[in-house]
């Protein structure tokens, strides 16, 4: 499935009309009929948004999503993530399943650059996802 298909069955599963969800996750009606068409991607803010909207996690969220449960190797990785999985320290707590999803993050249509950029997303999304 893809991720505008999985928005669509989400908001068809839940009852929500297109501005009822739109009105608690304060975006437009427009952008979420974009979302759900393909027409474009959502930022980690909007995707939070909608988990919550949807009682969900962002991870429950993007389940079943194609490419989400695929297997992501090193070398595949963006380079400031593959040295932040390859640091000791840093990188001493990140799951395969939360390389999956760190991989697949990107903020405003680009990648973080560095180990430290990245090593802030994941502290960010384990405050919010756990």
Do not use: N
Request: proline fraction near 5%; aromatic fraction near 6%.
């Amino acid at each position: 499935m893809q991720l505008h298909e999985r928005f669509r069955t989400l908001r068809a599963d839940t009852g929500f009309r297109l501005k009822d969800l739109a009105l608690q996750c304060d975006l437009s009606v427009p952008y979420l009929s974009d979302l759900e068409r393909g027409r474009t991607q959502p930022s980690l803010q909007t995707l939070e948004a909608l988990a919550r909207a949807y009682h969900l996690t962002v991870q429950q969220l993007l389940s079943g999503v194609d490419g989400y449960g695929a297997a992501t190797t090193t070398d595949s990785l963006p380079s400031g993530l593959a040295a932040l999985v390859a640091d000791p320290v840093l990188g001493a707590g990140l799951t395969p399943e939360w390389i999956q999803t760190l991989s697949r993050i990107e903020l405003r249509g680009k990648r973080p650059r560095d180990k430290e950029a990245w090593y802030e997303i994941w502290r960010h999304l384990r405050r919010v996802m756990v």
